[in-house]
């Protein structure tokens, strides 16, 4: 495929084009008009970070301070992105990469490229038309959701909505029987994977939301749960717990869900490898090297860093994703050439969401794609399973 003109992914061919990413396409020419600025002024954003000013400016300041808020100092905030740009690429020249295959199976499911959307709360803080319009977005990109249990649309809403069946992320609830009870409803919902978010207990120190006092809109998930009328994830005075987390989860707490679901158990939030060796042990059947983008304890390292040690450990045993601070398609095919499978982007597509709903989250995808074939191509590598250690120079 050649794409002469960078104004292609913003165009109303962006989708078609991608689309014909993983077989050689004609050469194709972009006609002038999808250069041209918009209406408003402003250029079309044309990599993921040029949405985020963009979403600034149209999300409430709210809604912005929770989007985009790291913990405390954010120090692991801006390493996790910082830490992908250290990272330096080692390319083989002379491949014919004319036809490029971004496939991957996950848990029976089969991916058009690596890359998922991962569970973000409340998005109607960013846009009205919150889940539903990410839903929408990620059909049109043919990428899979994972929705938040913290969503301001119920699961079965959501579902309907979707084109791959999404995932659902848990938080788990003090109240065994209603987490129980939720679980099933995403199962028999037709959701595909269950993420437990194992890095959560509590939350961490967020003064950015402290001092935006933020309030989330109704979270219908978790509707009938009597903790949860009024609850904040930021408790106040000495307090350091909220009534809608559940402090008391161990590894056990998986084995216990084993006895209920047959969906595949992804432990979200692994930084430690002596962690994914745990999870492995309890039963998970995947794990995802996630810092919670940074949002819960700071000054633990960027998710890169982690994500070698942590394949190293889990050898191949079960798949292993990675989130945080990707926002090129460099990063994406760094990840993979340290061993994930996969990877999924959180805020860049949030920003998508803010600036023009379903339309914008579909674009912040389809320029990560559409990156990550160039890296892919540029580097040599035509297949997932050719992206391995030696892409990365060392
Ligand atoms: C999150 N994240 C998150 N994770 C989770 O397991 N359940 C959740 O409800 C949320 N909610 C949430 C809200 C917001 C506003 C953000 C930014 C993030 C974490 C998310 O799934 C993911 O780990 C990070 O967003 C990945 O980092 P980047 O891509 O945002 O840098």
Same mark, same amino acid.
């Given at each position: 495929?050649?794409?002469?003109?960078?104004?292609?992914? &913003?165009?109303?061919?962006?989708?078609?084009?991608?689309?014909?990413?993983?077989?050689?396409?004609?050469? #194709? $020419?972009?006609?002038? *008009?999808? +250069?041209? *600025?918009?209406?408003?002024?402003?250029?079309?954003?044309?990599?993921? $970070? +040029?949405?985020?000013?963009?979403?600034?400016?149209?999300?409430?300041?709210? %809604?912005?301070?929770?989007?985009?808020?790291?913990?405390? +100092?954010?120090?692991?905030?801006?390493?996790?992105?910082?830490?992908?740009?250290?990272?330096?690429?080692?390319?083989? @020249?002379?491949?014919? &990469?004319? =036809?490029?295959?971004?496939?991957?199976?996950?848990? %029976?499911?089969?991916?058009?490229?690596?890359?998922?959307?991962?569970?973000?709360?409340?998005?109607?803080?960013?846009?009205?038309?919150?889940?539903?319009? $990410?839903?929408?977005?990620?059909?049109?990109?043919?990428?899979?959701?994972?929705?938040?249990?913290?969503?301001?649309?119920?699961?079965?809403?959501?579902?309907?909505?979707?084109?791959?069946?999404?995932?659902? #992320?848990?938080?788990? #609830?003090?109240?065994?029987?209603?987490?129980?009870?939720?679980?099933?409803?995403?199962?028999?919902?037709?959701?595909?994977?269950?993420?437990?978010? &194992?890095?959560?207990?509590?939350?961490?120190?967020?003064?950015?939301?402290?001092?935006?006092?933020?309030?989330?809109?109704?979270?219908?998930?978790? #509707?009938?749960?009597?903790?949860?009328?009024?609850?904040?994830?930021?408790?106040?005075?000495?307090?350091?717990?909220?009534?809608? /987390?559940?402090?008391?989860?161990?590894?056990?707490?998986?084995?216990?869900?084993?006895?209920?679901?047959?969906?595949?158990?992804?432990?979200?939030?692994?930084?430690?490898? +002596?962690?994914?060796?745990?999870?492995?042990? *309890? %039963?998970?059947?995947?794990?995802?090297?996630?810092?919670?983008?940074? =949002?819960?304890?700071?000054? &633990?390292?960027?998710?890169?860093?982690?994500?070698?040690?942590?394949?190293? =450990? @889990?050898?191949?045993?079960?798949?292993?994703?990675?989130?945080?601070?990707?926002?090129?398609?460099?990063?994406?095919?760094?990840?993979?050439?340290?061993?994930?499978?996969?990877?999924?982007?959180?805020?860049?597509?949030?920003? %998508? /969401?803010?600036?023009?709903?379903?339309?914008?989250?579909?674009?912040?995808?389809?320029?990560? =794609?559409?990156?990550?074939?160039?890296?892919?191509? /540029?580097?040599?590598?035509?297949?997932?399973?050719?992206?391995?250690?030696? @892409?990365?120079?060392?």
């Amino acid at each position: 495929m050649v794409i002469t003109r960078r104004g292609v992914l &913003v165009s109303g061919g962006a989708i078609a084009a991608l689309s014909a990413l993983p077989v050689a396409a004609e050469p #194709q $020419t972009v006609s002038p *008009a999808a +250069d041209v *600025a918009k209406s408003d002024g402003s250029a079309e954003p044309v990599c993921l $970070t +040029d949405f985020e000013p963009l979403a600034k400016k149209k999300m409430t300041p709210m %809604g912005w301070e929770y989007m985009s808020a790291g913990a405390a +100092d954010e120090i692991s905030l801006r390493w996790n992105t910082e830490a992908y740009q250290r990272i330096r690429l080692r390319p083989r @020249v002379l491949v014919d &990469v004319s =036809r490029l295959d971004t496939r991957i199976t996950l848990f %029976g499911q089969e991916h058009a490229f690596p890359i998922l959307l991962a569970p973000v709360a409340s998005q109607k803080l960013a846009h009205p038309g919150g889940e539903l319009a $990410t839903a929408r977005g990620a059909a049109a990109a043919d990428t899979t959701m994972v929705l938040s249990s913290f969503s301001n649309t119920s699961l079965e809403d959501v579902f309907a909505a979707a084109k791959s069946p999404p995932w659902f #992320q848990l938080y788990m #609830q003090r109240d065994r029987g209603f987490t129980r009870e939720l679980v099933q409803r995403a199962e028999s919902a037709g959701y595909r994977a269950l993420c437990l978010t &194992v890095d959560f207990p509590l939350s961490g120190v967020r003064n950015r939301e402290a001092r935006a006092n933020v309030k989330l809109p109704p979270l219908p998930n978790l #509707q009938g749960m009597k903790e949860s009328k009024g609850a904040s994830l930021l408790p106040s005075g000495l307090d350091i717990y909220t009534p809608i /987390l559940d402090p008391t989860v161990t590894w056990k707490t998986i084995e216990w869900m084993r006895s209920f679901t047959k969906l595949p158990i992804l432990a979200k939030g692994v930084l430690n490898p +002596d962690d994914a060796e745990l999870a492995i042990k *309890a %039963g998970t059947s995947g794990i995802m090297v996630s810092n919670h983008g940074a =949002r819960n304890l700071d000054t &633990v390292p960027a998710t890169i860093d982690a994500l070698a040690l942590v394949t190293e =450990r @889990v050898a191949g045993r079960v798949p292993v994703l990675v989130d945080g601070g990707i926002r090129r398609g460099t990063d994406v095919l760094k990840a993979l050439a340290l061993g994930a499978n996969a990877v999924l982007i959180g805020r860049p597509y949030v920003w %998508g /969401l803010g600036v023009e709903g379903d339309t914008g989250v579909a674009k912040v995808v389809n320029i990560l =794609r559409r990156e990550f074939a160039m890296a892919m191509a /540029l580097t040599g590598r035509t297949t997932i399973a050719s992206i391995d250690r030696t @892409v990365i120079w060392s």
